[in-house]
């Protein structure tokens, strides 16, 4: 591999260190809306926190919005690694229903983060940076993803004739989400349903699809996701 000269390694130094504070400045934004909400997240208080000018922030990040698109990127491949750790299971139904709960669990586990991605009001204008010069949101197309994977498995299950007659793999992929979503959204907000633990909620969310396997009842479980002890969304 050829030496680089001077010119080349002091290119390449400041090309590290623009990479190292954008990594930086994403890091401590992080910290800040998981502990504080994104509402809490300025530029100055970020600058502030690194220990840096305002405008050198913006060499990075064109504003609060521009930082939050990445949040939310971030958040999308968690999520999505969070799914592809289950596709090698080979019953759908199960499949289904430890997506399920991961993507509960990594609702609940990032309060502050899930809020960002998915209940950022959609005129805001944090929302409104998400979207490419086509209008088509990054978000939009990591959730596509995310759901692709929940689609595939109703598809094995339409393939194995455990759907309803009626029931397009892809409306249920997306009646699931919906119903997730639901589950963690009450958890998140404190509301006083449902007082059913949430990996019961996702199993009776799945039982409206697929018929139990081998016959057996709806499996009952104990188990319980902890909620942000910010708020009083404990399960009973």
Known sequence: ???????????????????????????????????????????????????????????????????????????????????????????????????????????????????????????????AADADDNGNGHAAESGAATLSLIADAFVELRAADRLPPRAAPIACAEGLWANLHGIVALKLNGAALPETPAATLVELSLDVWYAPVNGTEPRGTETRFNSPDRSDTSTR
């Open 1 to 127: 591999m050829p030496r680089m000269g001077p010119q080349e390694r002091r290119t390449e130094q400041r090309r590290e260190q623009r990479q190292a504070l954008r990594e930086r400045i994403l890091e401590v934004s992080r910290e800040i809306v998981k502990r504080e909400g994104f509402a809490s997240l300025s530029m100055r208080k970020l600058a502030e926190a690194i220990d840096y000018s305002p405008a050198a922030l913006y060499l990075h990040f064109k504003s609060r919005g521009d930082i939050a698109r990445a949040l939310r990127r971030e958040g999308h491949a968690s999520l999505r690694d969070a799914f592809v750790a289950h596709t090698s299971i080979a019953d759908p139904a199960a499949r289904l229903n430890a997506m399920g709960r991961a993507y509960v669990e990594f609702g609940l586990a990032e309060p502050e983060t899930y809020r960002l991605m998915f209940m950022e009001p959609a005129g805001s204008a944090e929302a």
